[in-house]
């Protein structure tokens, strides 16, 4: 019986971090469908400087996700904990309660890794904040986009090492 609990909380854990938004698709990189194929906009830059930031990045979706996955797997365990104390439907009930309970507890805003880029454009000093890691950017030219929405994107102008 302590193994079983002990594993559902395991796993309940592991799933329950899983659901963490990662921010990737806030990248300079990352483009809409409607983007791809069409034209923008693009200039050069030199950077100047890259400093780490972070970005706070909505985390709604994950913290639905992570409430469902508690709930289900609360119920799960409350069952076979009910089952053997003969209470399976409350244990189950309990247990998902407690499981939904629990996984609504991730944050709706998490705080992710990015950079601040300054950099010098048409004789002024300026500065961004992208989502990105600081190896995926150098000082010197960098291409920076222009979406229609008005964005400007400076394109990472450097690859980070690869891990192995």
């Not at 309660?97 to 996984?103: D, E, L, P, Q």
């Not at 190896?135 to 450097?158: E, H, W, Y």
Request: charged content about 15%.
């Amino acid at each position: 019986m302590k193994k079983l609990i002990l594993s559902s909380a395991v796993v309940a854990t592991v799933l329950l971090t899983g659901c963490q938004s990662t921010g990737e698709q806030y990248g300079a990189n990352v483009y809409d469908a409607s983007e791809v194929n069409s034209t923008q906009e693009a200039t050069t830059v030199n950077i100047i400087a890259v400093m780490p930031a972070k970005v706070k990045v909505d985390n709604t979706k994950g913290q639905k996700n992570a409430s469902k996955a508690g709930a289900l797997i609360g119920a799960i365990a409350g069952g076979f904990i009910g089952d053997n104390s003969g209470e399976a439907g409350v244990g189950a009930a309990i247990g998902g309660i407690a499981g939904g309970v629990t996984g609504s507890m991730v944050d709706k805003e998490i705080l992710i890794d990015g950079v601040s880029l300054t950099y010098a454009h048409d004789g002024k000093t300026l500065n961004a904040i992208q989502v990105a890691k600081a190896c995926q950017f150098k000082p010197g030219i960098a291409v920076m986009v222009s979406t229609d929405s008005g964005d400007a994107r400076l394109q990472p102008n450097t690859t980070c090492p690869v891990e192995k």
